[in-house]
T-cell receptor, first 113, second 113 residues
Framework: AQKVTQAQTEISVVEKEDVTLDCVYE???????LFWYKQPPSGELVFLIR??????QNEISGRYSWNFQKSTSSFNFTITASQVVDSAVYFCALHSGNTPLVFGKGTRLSVIA | KAGVTQTPRYLIKTRGQQVTLSCSPI?????VSWYQQTPGQGLQFLFEYFSETQRNKGNFPGRFSGRQFSNSRSEMNVSTLELGDSALYLC????????????FGPGTRLTVL
C-alpha cells in the first residue's frame, strides 16, 4: 500500500531562517510520482513540484529546493531565507499505479517576522 | 488559462438534507478528482473520474456520489447529511496521463448544522 509520512506536524521559524520539511514515502511500485503542495490560509492547494521515480536530480526554484533520495524513500523540501508569505500547510503526496493520489498529513509552517 | 472553479464556495445545510457541489476543470483536463478535508482526518480521497467514468472511489459511504459530464465538468452529491460531513471539499483536475500534477480549485466549505 502507498503511504506518505510527514512527521513534522508544526514548525515555527523566524523570518530569514532556512527550514526543511520532511517527507517519507512507501510504495512497492518502481514507477511513481511525488508531489509537494502548499495550502495557504485561503484553503486552495497550490501545486509546487512533481518528481518521477526515475529522476533523482535535486531541483531548485528560487528559494525552494527539493531533495529526492530513493535510498531513504525521502523527498524533502527546503525553503531558504523564509518569509512570512511562506506560512502555510505543506503537503507531500504520492501517486503510483492505478491508485489515487495519497497525501501526507501535512506540516504547518509558521514564519514569524 | 482559467483554473479549476468550484461552486458554491460556501454552504450551510442542516442534518438530513442533501447537497450538490460543482466543479469545472481546467480546459483540456479530462480527469477530475474530489477530496474531503477535515482537521481530524486530513485530505481524504473521494472519487476520480475520467471521460464520464469513475476510475477510483475512496472509502466513503454510499451517501457520497458523483458524476462527470461529457464536457468534463463534475458534480458530487451528498445525501442525508450528517454533522460529520462538515468539511472543505476540494476538486482537482489533471491531464489524461497518470502521474500528472493535479490542480486544485478553491474548495467548497460545507457546514452541516
Amino acid at each position: 500500500a502507498q503511504k506518505v509520512t510527514q512527521a513534522q506536524t508544526e514548525i515555527s521559524v523566524v523570518e530569514k531562517e532556512d527550514v526543511t520539511l520532511d517527507c517519507v514515502y512507501e510504495t512497492r511500485d518502481t514507477t511513481y510520482y511525488l508531489f509537494w503542495y502548499k495550502q495557504p490560509p485561503s484553503g486552495e492547494l497550490v501545486f509546487l513540484i512533481r518528481r518521477n521515480s526515475f529522476d533523482e536530480q535535486n531541483e531548485i526554484s528560487g528559494r525552494y529546493s527539493w531533495n529526492f533520495q530513493k535510498s531513504t524513500s525521502s523527498f524533502n523540501f527546503t525553503i531558504t531565507a523564509s518569509q512570512v508569505v511562506d506560512s502555510a500547510v505543506y503537503f507531500c503526496a504520492l501517486h503510483s499505479g492505478n491508485t489515487p493520489l495519497v497525501f501526507g498529513k501535512g506540516t504547518r509552517l509558521s514564519v514569524i517576522a | 488559462k482559467a483554473g479549476v472553479t468550484q461552486t458554491p464556495r460556501y454552504l450551510i445545510k442542516t442534518r438530513g438534507q442533501q447537497v450538490t457541489l460543482s466543479c469545472s476543470p481546467i480546459s483540456g483536463h479530462r480527469s477530475v478528482s474530489w477530496y474531503q478535508q477535515t482537521p481530524g482526518q486530513g485530505l481524504q480521497f473521494l472519487f476520480e473520474y475520467f471521460s464520464e467514468t469513475q476510475r477510483n472511489k475512496g472509502n466513503f459511504p454510499g451517501r457520497f456520489s458523483g458524476r462527470q459530464f461529457s464536457n468534463s465538468r463534475s458534480e458530487m452529491n451528498v445525501s442525508t447529511l450528517e454533522l460529520g460531513d462538515s468539511a472543505l471539499y476540494l476538486c482537482a483536475s489533471s491531464l489524461v496521463l497518470a502521474g500528472e500534477a493535479q490542480y486544485f480549485g478553491p474548495g467548497t466549505r460545507l457546514t452541516v448544522l
